[in-house]
């Protein structure tokens, strides 16, 4: 009898030292998958900008496909975007298989933000949750907060939503010249945003930053219209990018 238990003993000390084992090594395998890092920008390339990914796939966005479609002044925009997607990134591949054009459109409503993601067949608007880290949720909410950096150099939902500098930091803004500068009035300067010029039927329009340092840019919605033979301009303060 004390054979047997002493051989039971054994087995169930076996038992419990491979689970353990076992478990220490799935700890390992997360924590070295962690650590592994998605290229900020695919190939070296910083027309292609790392957005989201999981252990199969990496999305980029397309930096100078990035469109500005539509705005209502001074608190709605729509912006399109192309986006490649590339699998096994993690394992080293950098061939693109395939991309698509997304379509986000952003708006405040008093203090708070609301995102919208229209499908390739434009069969409506589906709301993006701000709170919800999880899946094609997740996924779509960090390319349109990437897309909206890159257009306006602020983010849309911020830090609070899970986003840290390192996401930020894949949009090179410190790295590249994002602003054109088209001239001082004594004050400040004024640059133009690429990617932000809108035309219409009878005029354009274009996201403006003035100030003399980069703190102190404000920014503007600037319409040019062609009535009469006569161009008008109007602007607009966006006060809701400073909070």
Known sequence: MSRLRSSVAVTVFCVLLLTFCAAFAADADRENAEAREFPLHLGGNPNYVFVWGNDWSGDYIVRDSLRIVRHAAPSWYEIAVEVAFVGDVLQGNREIGSTRLMDFEYSFEQDERRLLYSP???SGWIYVDANNNRGMNAERKAIAEMAYYLAFGKPFYGYLSG???????????TDQRIMVGIGSDGTGVYYICPGTIHETRDGFSMFVKHGADAESMKDYIVEYMLRDGILYYSYYIHNLFHR
């Open 120 to 122: 390739e067949d434009n």
């Open 163 to 173: 986003f840290d500098s390192r996401f930020y930091d894949a949009a090179g803004l």
